[in-house]
């Protein structure tokens, strides 16, 4: 496809009353960004009524309007359910227009009513204090991607249409965003849909040209790149491009209705011919002039067509002449010709709208929650790990875990309303089991020795953290729910999408008529302490660190120490909603220690004192050895090991932790301890040697409000790491057994004296340790086989 | 172009001696991967031979050995100045193998001898504990891309060759890597590069068809759409497919003979008759089996050409099977023909290397600190604001600094070894003033109203913060010096590639031959403080958490509070090497504190009180109000006028941080002030009220070990936020003066009971503040007006 031709499927009453939506909701647009008061322009425009502080943006924003315009002809002509994704979010202004002149808007806001005095409330309200955001926040009604951060609309449109055959996301790419890396790849999602079970995804670029202060490069190569590029995305470009609008009006609608054709034959020759080879889907270019419709030129600079549109086109408006340019655009759009007496949108323009859920602004997808589903889990205690006594089996938590997942997918399958994401790693971080009951979704070629691929299969691999992300972020807006794992050092890659997740989280709390969605949940695997393949530039532990610094109620953090921990862990996060979860756990056959029953007992506190691994009960400790995840659990244990040996009259307590936010204060987090428990584990004066799985100032950071704070002694990785063996690992880092012990001799009141042979012994052991793992390159015999005892 | 035709500049013998030179490489990589000794196999191949824990990457290895080759004889034919970077990283046994058989390895590791006592140790140390480790990493000749985290590859090497127009780097991009982001957007560096001042990038796109577990998009789409794709990007793709050896060598000798005249041509056109247009460039892809010339099945399962040879194809050496298996393969290389009874390579195939500095892995580029010149720059007094007293003038912080980079730029314009780099935010982060004396680069379609776009200009503006952080990681790789600036929140972005940019300056700071690099400077501006056209999404200070976790000898974090700061602080940044140096800094007009010598002498120290706010000389302060950040310090200030007219009898001390790592102990980190120093400055058991730029639980991090940390009451950002007026941004997260003022009344012992009035007063102003703001969207005249006095 290229351009449109000139075919003229509206009649020219169609174009003037289209024309007539559209100034309104430019007009209104305007409006917000400028006024705080004389919304109808009834009285004439003075500085008083205009906002001391102008913002917003307008260049993205007539386009948005004119394409929510033309997709509203579909709908209402076809019965389409359709959502509209508006990468450039900052086009607020005019998404929420057009929701309000379709009526949402004051259906879910009452106060902003359809007239005069709701148009006055709609005005003032953006982007001012105690208002609305600039943009397309959850307070924006249809939305679920607030596209302040570009990059995401595309991802976020292919998760709502998976397992939603009948929904259709319009998608607006501005071309700006387009050079982000995030949408650059996304444009492939294409290749993991399936026709016949899946929605469909219309791509709109907005190509306007420029971003905030550049061109933009998809505008300024040839057009051959252009459609070059996106037939090599696999799509089929069709183009609409100028600035006339009644011209305009009749190409997108040639555009929009091909598309949707386009769509329509794909869907039925995948739902009634079975054909789901992968097609060239349809999508559509729109070039038009940034801020189109605006003042040509501003103080006599260009501002129409060039990036001078972006924001705020005229400012200052204590200037008389760029007053009265405002008064002269505003006027342009005839708001008296738009609106009757009551401020209320004329009758003819506002049948524009479709009806009910139909308007993408009401479209319940868009308000995910309401849609979603508990998921039907398995019980737990039926997949456990056998632990005769603790420490003696070893098992591959990851794996158990594969086993419970497998059996969460098989018992939703027929609700296709789960799946589960990794970038390339599903095997590796050894959740294979899951593809004995679905597959790898593709749709690209496949050969007959592939492994598990299927144009429908739940599973979804692409090597890239961004899209995974933005796929499942997408996925759980619309109701659904999901299960992601990734390396653990990798997941930083997404670390400002989940801040933007967890900022939509809290907010859409805030928003009465949002419904609750399922949580954001990782696994984070193939972490710090156990790397094989690979070395340093895989040892970064800090995403606990990132995702605590967003809203206490949204984020929680688990560290289970074996298989039966993270199954009760993991099925704690898939019941939960409207957090952030992450769960980290090794791959690597490690020592079990709880049975299922203790696991669950353990996890439902999120922290606790392992008294077969204490010796202190019924007196006091002389020291406190805490940890918190896998391989600090088995350094911890290997060390009261040792200690139970060299000086057996140490009284010890062992504390484990699963659920990370116990340790802060219960008034910083929901699931921190009460003080006076606190303070009954950790003791309010001996000193604390806390194994832990991450960097140790975290520990410091959550405990600063106890008591005891000043004799927590934490080991965690220092950023010191290698392609090395496990335990060389944990030594470089001081996490080791033989440096526990240690640090306990150290700081035991009076220790130091009695222990100093049992110190040299230790510190033997560490120069054994280095010479052995040198020659031999494993583990020495005593380490590799050591268990619990 | 496509497929190369059936030419064949390559003699037979040339055929057989490729063969001999890719044998070699292919052996020694496997050996790397497998032997403990025996590394010529001189015996026969035994268990204890083999490595106990079989680590590494085979895949990728012989499609980097065998480009690794025919780029040598393209620098021995053309003496070309090239660098070769594996975006497969973990190729590293390829690489290192190669870089031996040149020589190379030998030069830089003594050690590594060419022999057999040598080759013992080469294949010893991979992978292994006190060894090298098994990615592209500092320790690889001739590496700048360590290639653990995917997707980096190509913006590394535009970065390279940025302002070093004679020299091409030849890209390996993996077909899994191209699924990343970052990598799918970087492609369109091409946009940004000037034919005449910069060099070459050859992007190679390894399609051996997996990655881990799965096959790639682009092994998996039509050739048509391949092609199109990249001509899309705006590139020439030459395709070499193909896994017969012999016919592989003459197809791949003529696809690179074509790129590189390719290359030759454009240049000349550009340097010769000034025809900079932008060209199609050449790009090779390479379509062969992924662990070419491994088994092809192993166990009865596929292995060669599938993702099963990924790492390691055979494992599990006890089986006999497979260690016979694997000695078939090692001999099918035949090593008896490759290296002498000395172990040495036959001088025939070490022939094949070019010489000296030629070798890719000798290239002076490689090892960037080398060629590193200090950067002339201005001198700061000389931009000072003038302040006649603190706080009496208002400044814009960012666009002061704008004015000095300016002449930064202009001074070494002439050397061109600077560039300054935003995600499309130069301008409205205020630091135009660049545009006065060179331009942004851009090599697409311009028209005459464009504003400041030529092909050679040095400020780099791309909507992509990975593209623009990939681009000066490269620039500062190969000895040259950047800025980058960026929306603080959005810094989060590019948070993985700061960790692997920042274990990569660790690590070769462990290299004994790699030298200094200039710094990674950042400017995060557009603050959580202050947001304006934006709102929540916009609002994460926690960019500075992220990079404390990294080593301390590598952080630095500044927060200068004013103009003047800011320019000691960038002058600071500019001159220093192998740091991550991260300014806040916010471009709104705010009052300025100290003059060009107070602050020289508040930035020297990073920390200090500032006399001229605090009451409390020659005695001991009641409380001590800390700042940190510019907006803190002109909230704090404005408390302390507040407590100095309701409390005259109130004794503050006014601290003012910069430097932010002063905080940590000296123990921790470099610039941490010894504990008597920080104890006579915040005293050992006065309340400190410390108002904080970032989330406050990082100051309680810093201080943890600290006397007085106890009595820090941080203020700061509590993820509270929306499109709203400034000081209203503050009140929503407590860190205005009026609950500053409520938390010293609170902290100082007695002072409650004598404080009540002021206390309802300070309330009071609260509730005014709330309403006012919700009336008029803008702050109270007294706030927006206010001057410290
Ligand atoms: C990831 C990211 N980087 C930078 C910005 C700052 N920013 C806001 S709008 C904008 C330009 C957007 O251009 P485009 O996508 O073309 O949108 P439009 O022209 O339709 O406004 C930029 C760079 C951002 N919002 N997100
Ligand atoms: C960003 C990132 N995500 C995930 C990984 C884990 N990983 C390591 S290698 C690999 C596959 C790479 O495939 P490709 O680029 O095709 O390399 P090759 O086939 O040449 O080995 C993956 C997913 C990684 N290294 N980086
Ligand atoms: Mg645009
Ligand atoms: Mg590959």
New interface residues.
Partial sequence: MSETASATPLSAADVALFNKWWHAANYLSIAQIYL?ANPLLREPLKLEHT???L???WGTTPGLNFLYLHLNRIIREQDRSILFVAGPG?GAPGVVASTYLEGTYSEYFPAVTQDADGLARLV?QF?????????A?PTTPGSIN?G????YSLSHSYGAVFDNPDLIVACVVGD??S????????W?SN?FLDPKTDGAVLPILHLNGY???????L????PE??????????YDPIVVEGDDPDTMHQKMAVAMDTAFAAISKIQKAARENNDTTRPMWPMIIMRTPKGWTCPKTVDGL?TEG??RAH??PITDLTKPEHLKLLDTWLHSYKPEELFDENGTLMPEIAALAPKGDRRMSANPHANGGLLRRDLRLPDVTEYAVAVSSPGHELGEATRVLGSWLRDVMKENLSSRNFRVLAP?????NRLNAVLDVTN?A?N???FD???H?AVNGHVM???????CQGWLEGYLLTGRHGFMSCYE??I??V??MV??HA?WI??ADEVSWRAPIASLNYLLTSHVWRQ???????Q?P?FI??V????AKTVRVYLPPDANTLLCTAKTCLESRDRVNVIVAGKQPEPQWLDMDSAIAHCAKGIGIWEWASNDKGGEPDVVMACAGDVPTMETLAAVQLLNKHLPDLKIRVINVVDLLTLESKSQHPDGLEDYVFDSLFTTDKPVIFAFHG?P??I??LI?KRTN??NFHVHGYR?EG????PF?MTVRNHLDRFHLVQNVIRRVPGLANKAAYANQAIADKLVEHTRY??Q???DMPEIENWRWS
Same sequence: chains 1, 2.
Avoid: M
């Fill in positions: 705080l906002k001391p502080r913002l917003g943006h900052h003032k982007s001012f204090p105690g208002g609305i955001p600039s943009h926040a607030e302040g951060e570009l990059g700006g965003e050079e982000t890396g995030p949408l650059a790849t996304s492939h290749k971003k905030i202060a550049n061109p933009t490069i505008a300024r190569i040839s790149e252009l459609l070059s590029l996106f037939r090599g995305y696999g260009r060039y990036w924001q705020v390339d790693e599903n095997n590796s790898r593709w690209a070629e496949t020795y592939d492994d691929l691999e692409i090597l890239s953290e961004h899209t050092a990798f930083h890659i670390d400002s801040n933007q900022k809290k907010q094989d393949h690979n070395g340093f530039s895989h970064d800090g660190d990132h605590l610094n967003k809203k960097y100032a975290l410091h950071k600063y704070c000043r950023e290698s392609t090395t063996t060389d793992v040198a031999y390159g494993k």
